[in-house]
């Protein structure tokens, strides 16, 4: 399934159970589904704009608005330990699929 189409799945499913959800979250979703955060995490400048609001909502400085400038400069490294490391991701996400602990 590509992003979009799950993105847009999934905030379908956050509209239709809102009322199970609490209100608190009201405007979380709102903004959510307003500015398609999932599909926006998968660029650069997504995940930048994502870090640069949940540092100003810290009550400490904490410097996470600027992991974006360690990930360009890591990135390689970054890229061959998720390739290590999606296969065994895989494996145990198939694994709950055909076992679910719930």
Do not use: V
């Not at 799945?9 to 199970?20: A, G």
């Not at 959800?21 to 979703?29: E, G, Q, S, T, V």
């Not at 704009?49 to 990135?75: D, F, H, P, V």
């Amino acid at each position: 399934m590509e992003l979009g189409d799950f993105s847009a799945n999934f905030y379908q499913i956050l509209q239709k159970r809102e009322d199970e959800l609490p209100a608190a979250l009201d405007r979380m979703i709102i903004s959510m589904t307003s500015r398609d955060w999932l599909t926006n995490y998968a660029n650069l400048e997504g995940l930048k704009w994502s870090l640069k609001g949940i540092s100003s909502r810290l009550k400490y400085e904490s410097g996470i608005e600027n992991a974006t400038e360690i990930l360009t400069s890591q990135y390689q490294e970054f890229e061959e330990d998720f390739f290590q490391f999606f296969p065994e991701i895989q494996y145990h996400c198939q694994k709950f699929i055909e076992n679910p602990i719930f």
